[in-house]
């Protein structure tokens, strides 16, 4: 088998799965990353005073969508691969290429969005913990980071959904 | 949908009447009592004073009280009753009804109690359990512990360090003296115990040996028995404490049912800090007394009409401009645009000669809040679950705002979630698929083709482009709104020709651009309209000084009109991404559902879906909800308000009776 037949057959839905991977994963990681940052400080503040646990828990709960996110784009890429019809072996090189790079906003603004919101979201632990009336601020703080986040999810989905 | 006229009251009376007068008041709720604008440093004003501070000090150590009492009884006794327990409701009079009130301190005064014994008895827990860990290693010597030598035998209780070889030192002992005899005791962590008896002429040699291997006399002064018989004796101590710090808990526990009384109690004590807090600003001659406040021009006549029982002068004025940035503001709401509240004093209230943003923000509020949520589902357990909450608890303050502002934007998705066709997403769509049936018709939420009912009217997922445009529309639609409301504000204040060339000028720019794009209206080949506008524009030169400031003028009014407006316009984008956002999550966790139960017999396949679709819609709705609040919030903040609001105000806060857990009755 020559390396052009080789890449003609497996290049497409390799290119596809990359991308899912990457959407998946690298906004997985992000969202680890954030919970975990936000998971740190809360349990600082909650070894002092456990009875903010629900606040806390909102918090940390925050920078976790976008792992979901990246899940939903994954999921949508390898559903418009044909994955789940069973026709991913007939994807063109060309179609692998496109999702992958629709897959990437998702993989970036995942990762990167979920560190700075984890990031938010431990320093409104602070609030938490000298106001506790005023936490909903800290909350709305976490949100403007997660619209970003969305952007993301919805230029891979406009890209995977009409790309081809 | 106003904001209140206030004025400023003056009041003089008789020291005799204060309190009742000071009680009258707070009744009303209408008055907002502050200093008087008077130095008391000044000799003039010698023969003034504030008010003692005793009443305030007295109340608020009722307050602290009644607080520890409840958080005392919150830790020993569990109550019943889940998160939407309505609050009793009674009358004024039985809230300050001064025998329940006595009572009530007496129950918190003995429940503080019992925690300070309950303290007492834990410390002497601790102490006698020190003791039974300092006799333990002591326990296998059967001697008493008292046991001190004569003229020829000296006693020694000793340790050496754990490490410390016994068997050697034993060995090193008996080499000094055969007249020894050392009985070893125990050990813990740190140290061997042993007793060593031996005649005293050989005490020091014994000593010696012993001093190599760390021997140092162990203190056990104070004790008489034997170790064991002491232990016995602690133990039964320690029984003893046990039993009567069980009994103080169950003590402190019986006071359970008193919660709600203690709870009655220090809402009283509350309005008695407040009406202590007021009488605090104002100020007393020997027999009479001065106060000064703001009172709202509604209230004045009732606030009349309940002070001509007393001997007392009054005036109230409308204050001046001057005055303004120091005037309370209270805007006056009606059942639809009051639960806004939340989100206008989230931000900062209006200044007083500024525009109550309420009933402006209320339909667009609303409005986008549903666009944004749109589902027929999502929408109407919103608005249910909100409802139950209103219904049960009647919350109070801005939660309570919050909670009726969601009833509304609960029933504004669910409508614009059946006309844009989400029911849990394409919930219908997959449940039918999962099951083979034919896909179900229902107007807007299932219309396959052919079928003959209405499709949706916007179809998020299909056409995100037109609902786009749409977005984008009604974005324009509520930034000329603000922008309408400047008009207003600046033609109020008599600066007409700043209205309509601050304001005018992109009105008609707007409209020219649009007719250009209409290609209506030219005239020559040129967009009359727009041209117009433009030329307008150069108004803007009007404050500037020499050719170079109103070139920069007009320069930086284009400048920050073009990427103003216009990003403006592009920010409420948000609002079809947060439809769409909404709709592909629910629509992955549809398939995610329904991807096991396809191959399955029904009655495995319906419950698996189930299950998959209520923890995913659970966290789309939750995560939604949020999402939506802030985003919609933030489009009236930055985006709407900016065109016209003036904020900076301070919030109204009169002396009325404000509680936490009662609702008090009107009395009729």
């Not at chain 2, 014994?206 to 190599?212: G, I, L, N, Q, V």
């Not at chain 2, 495995?604 to 189930?610: A, D, E």
């Amino acid at each position: 088998m020559s390396i052009s037949e080789f890449l003609s057959m497996y290049a497409g839905p390799f290119f596809g799965f990359l991308g899912a991977a990457l959407a998946a994963g690298l906004a997985c990681v992000g969202s680890a990353k954030g919970t975990g940052l936000a998971g740190e400080a809360g349990a600082g503040l909650l070894s002092e005073d456990p009875s903010q646990f629900s606040k806390c828990m909102i918090l940390q709960v925050i920078p976790g969508t976008q792992g979901l996110y990246g899940l939903v784009i994954g999921f949508l890429a390898l559903m418009k691969m044909g994955l789940f019809d069973g026709t991913v072996a007939q994807l063109s090189v060309a179609n692998g290429l496109l999702i992958l790079a629709a897959c990437l906003p998702m993989a970036l603004g995942g990762l990167l969005s979920g560190i700075a919101q984890g990031r938010v979201a431990a320093a409104s632990v602070n609030i938490v913990a000298k106001n506790p009336n005023d936490w909903s601020k800290g909350m709305v703080l976490c949100i403007i980071v997660e619209f970003y986040a969305i952007l993301s999810l919805l230029i891979s989905f406009l890209m995977i959904m009409f790309g081809f | 949908m106003a904001i209140v006229k206030m004025k400023r009251l003056r009041l003089m009376g008789m020291r005799s009447d204060r309190e009742s007068l000071l009680q009258l008041l707070q009744k009303l709720g209408c008055v907002e009592v502050d200093e008087p604008a008077i130095d008391l440093s000044d000799p003039q004003w010698a023969a003034v004073a504030k008010p003692d501070g005793g009443g305030l000090a007295a109340a608020r150590e009722q307050s602290n009280l009644l607080d520890q009492a409840l958080n005392v009884l919150a830790k020993h006794a569990s109550f019943k009753g889940g998160l939407l327990r309505p609050r009793p409701r009674l009358s004024r009079r039985e809230l300050f009804d001064q025998d329940s009130y006595r009572q009530g301190l007496d129950i918190a005064q003995a429940i503080v109690d019992g925690e300070r014994g309950l303290a007492s008895l834990t410390a002497e827990q601790g102490k006698l359990q020190t003791q039974k860990a300092a006799l333990a290693p002591w326990l296998p010597l059967d001697v008493p512990l008292e046991l001190s030598g004569d003229e020829n035998i000296a006693v020694i209780f000793g340790t050496i360090p754990a490490r410390a070889d016994y068997s050697a030192m034993e060995a090193a002992v008996t080499q000094a003296s055969e007249l020894t005899n050392l009985t070893y005791a125990g050990a813990d962590r740190d140290l061997q115990y042993f007793l060593l008896i031996c005649h005293k002429d050989v005490e020091q040699a014994c000593c010696e040996a012993m001093r190599e291997f760390g021997f140092s006399r162990a203190n056990v002064r104070g004790w008489t028995g034997t170790a064991a018989d002491n232990d016995r004796m602690l133990d039964n101590q320690l029984a003893v404490v046990a039993d009567k710090i069980a009994q103080t808990k169950e003590h402190i526990a019986s006071y359970a049912p008193h919660r709600d009384a203690l709870r009655r109690c220090l809402d009283r004590a509350a309005q008695d800090i407040a009406r202590e807090e007021a009488k605090s600003r104002l100020v007393d001659s020997e027999c009479a007394f001065y106060l000064e406040g703001w009172v709202p021009d509604p209230d004045e006549k009732a606030l009349g009409e309940a002070l001509s029982g007393f001997t007392c002068a009054w005036d109230t004025r409308a204050p001046e401009r001057e005055e303004y940035p120091t005037v309370p503001v209270k805007l006056k709401s009606n059942v639809l645009t009051e639960p806004l509240t939340t989100i206008t004093t989230m931000y900062s209230l209006p200044a007083y000669d500024g525009v109550d943003p309420n009933g402006l923000m209320m339909p667009f509020y609303v409005f986008f809040f549903g666009f944004m949520f749109a589902d027929l589902g999502y929408g109407l357990i919103l608005a249910a679950v909100t409802a139950l909450i209103q219904w049960r608890i009647r919350p109070k303050g801005g939660f309570g705002q919050l909670v009726r502002l969601m009833i509304m934007c609960g029933i504004s998705s669910a409508v614009i979630g059946l006309l844009t066709g989400g029911f849990f997403s394409d919930f219908l769509v997959q449940f039918t698929g999962m099951l083979d049936l034919p896909t179900p018709v229902v107007p807007f939420l299932s219309a396959p083709e052919g079928s003959g009912v209405p499709t949706p009217l916007l179809n998020v997922m299909e056409d995100p482009m037109s609902v786009l445009v749409f977005s984008l529309v009604v974005g324009l639609v509520q930034i000329v709104v603000g922008m309408a409301v400047k008009f207003w504000m600046l033609c109020r204040d008599g600066k007409v020709l700043d209205a309509v060339l601050d304001v005018g000028s992109w009105w008609v720019i707007f409209v020219g651009i649009a007719l250009m794009a209409l290609k209506v209206g030219n005239v020559g080949g040129y967009p009359v309209v727009l041209l117009v506008g433009c030329v307008m524009l150069l108004g803007q030169a009007r404050g500037a000084k020499g050719i170079g400031g109103k070139v920069a003028a007009v320069v930086g009014a284009v400048y920050n009109g073009v990427t103003g407006y216009f990003g403006d316009i592009l920010s409420y984008s948000r609002l079809m991404v947060m439809m769409l956002a909404g709709s592909v999550i629910g629509q992955v966790f549809n398939i995610l559902a329904a991807m096991p139960g396809s191959g399955l017999h029904p009655a495995l396949g319906i419950p698996i879906f189930f299950i998959i679709f209520l923890l995913g819609h659970s966290f789309n709705i939750g995560l939604n909800v949020i999402g939506t609040y802030v985003h919609t919030s933030r489009l009236q903040y930055l985006e709407f308000f900016k065109q016209f609001y003036q904020e900076g105000g301070r919030p109204w806060r009169p002396l009325e009776i404000n509680t936490k857990y009662v609702d008090i009755e009107e009395e009729k």
